[in-house]
Nanobody
Framework: QVQLVESGGGLVQAGGSLRLSCAAS????????MGWYRQALGKQREWVAD???????NYADSVKGRFTISRDNAKNTMYLQMNSLKPEDTAVYYC?????????WGQGTQVTVSS
């Protein structure tokens, strides 16, 4: 079992920045890839970025160059630094990981970007 808890969401003006955190606990020693997803109101959940234990990263085109994913394996925490935020980034952001064929999700944190 893995537990994921996101934090760091909030309200920010367009052009601003936020940093999200995702703290993992439980059976975390075998976790390799962790990722961020988001879901805007009335839309499907979409992938944002992911990172392997070794630090290899991938980004959706919509956030490339603006968002940076990172992780601190010693603290069992993943981060998403979001810069140059746009109103279309408004969504609930979720962290996710995979372990032994199971998906684990956090509860989500709301990010609202005002124009």
């Amino acid at each position: 079992q893995v537990q994921l808890v996101e934090s760091g969401g909030g309200l920010v003006q367009a052009g601003g920045s936020l940093r999200l955190s995702c703290a993992a606990s439980g059976s975390i020693f075998s976790i390799n890839t962790m990722g961020w997803y988001r879901q805007a109101l009335g839309k499907q959940r979409e992938w944002v970025a992911d990172i392997t234990r070794g630090g290899y990263t991938n980004y959706a085109d919509s956030v490339k160059g603006r968002f940076t994913i990172s992780r601190d394996n010693a603290k069992n925490t993943m981060y998403l630094q979001m810069n140059s935020l746009k109103p279309e980034d408004t969504a609930v952001y979720y962290c996710k990981t995979w372990l032994m064929g199971n998906d684990y999700w956090g509860q989500g944190t709301q990010v609202t970007v005002s124009s």
